[in-house]
T-cell receptor, first 114, second 112 residues
Framework: KAGVTQTPRYLIKTRGQQVTLSCSPISGHRSVSWYQQTPGQGLQFLFEYFSETQRNKGNFPGRFSGRQFSNSRSEMNVSTLELGDSALYLC?????????????FGPGTRLTVT | GDSVTQMEGPVTLSEEAFLTINCTYT??????LFWYVQYPGEGLQLLLKATKADDKGSNKGFEATYRKETTSFHLEKGSVQVSDSAVYFCALTPNTGNQFYFGTGTSLTVIP
């Protein structure tokens, strides 16, 4: 079974631009979560989508948004990029939501904002 | 709120040494607990999990026991190998959503 895939793997953007990252979960998984990983803040939860609905949201500004499609693929968008948005963005999928199931992570998208 | 506190690193051990990485948690209710490992340039891989008190998770020689009385989930391995060099994350989910709370990570380097 294929794992979680994320595209692109690397991205360089300029301050003020916007960016869209994509995540394809493991086949059959309906929950997709997004995390931001930085050396200073560690792994921080952005949001979770389950069956096309946002179920949980972390403490990030409204510039960070996401969506999920009917095939469970998910995208996250960051508008008006700031230098501090440079990070590794990780997507994770699981079969269910709210049941303590493990999450399976993708390799991440490395975003650099200049 | 829910949180995980993990032993600060980095940790450097000689091959075949015993490993312990401490992890304690704060949570309401009965969370599920996990250890994930991250190799350079990669995403996180599930190492082991435990879903209720006194459960022991194990995988690839690593073990951790869910201790509710001490709110701990310490990771242990009896004999580490060079290939175990990575960053280890302790995590919990409160079972009311899929939000995971991660510790800060402990970098382990094993030298031959």
């Amino acid at each position: 079974k294929a794992g979680v895939t994320q595209t692109p793997r690397y991205l360089i953007k300029t301050r003020g631009q916007q960016v869209t990252l994509s995540c394809s979960p493991i086949s059959g998984h309906r929950s997709v979560s997004w995390y931001q990983q930085t050396p200073g803040q560690g792994l921080q939860f952005l949001f979770e989508y389950f069956s096309e609905t946002q179920r949980n949201k972390g403490n990030f500004p409204g510039r960070f948004s996401g969506r999920q499609f009917s095939n469970s693929r998910s995208e996250m968008n960051v508008s008006t990029l700031e230098l501090g948005d440079s990070a590794l963005y990780l997507c994770a999928s699981s079969w269910r939501s709210g049941t303590g199931d493990e999450q399976y992570f993708g390799p991440g998208t490395r975003l650099t904002v200049t | 709120g829910d949180s995980v506190t993990q032993m600060e690193g980095p940790v450097t051990l000689s091959e075949e040494a015993f490993l312990t990485i401490n992890c304690t948690y704060t949570a309401t209710g009965y969370p599920s607990l996990f250890w994930y490992v991250q190799y350079p340039g990669e995403g996180l891989q599930l190492l082991l999990k435990a879903t209720k008190a006194d459960d022991k998770g194990s995988n690839k020689g690593f073990e951790a026991t869910y201790r509710k009385e001490t709110t701990s989930f310490h990771l242990e391995k009896g004999s580490v190998q060079v290939s175990d060099s990575a960053v280890y994350f302790c995590a919990l989910t409160p079972n009311t959503g899929n939000q995971f709370y991660f510790g800060t990570g402990t970098s382990l380097t094993v030298i031959p």
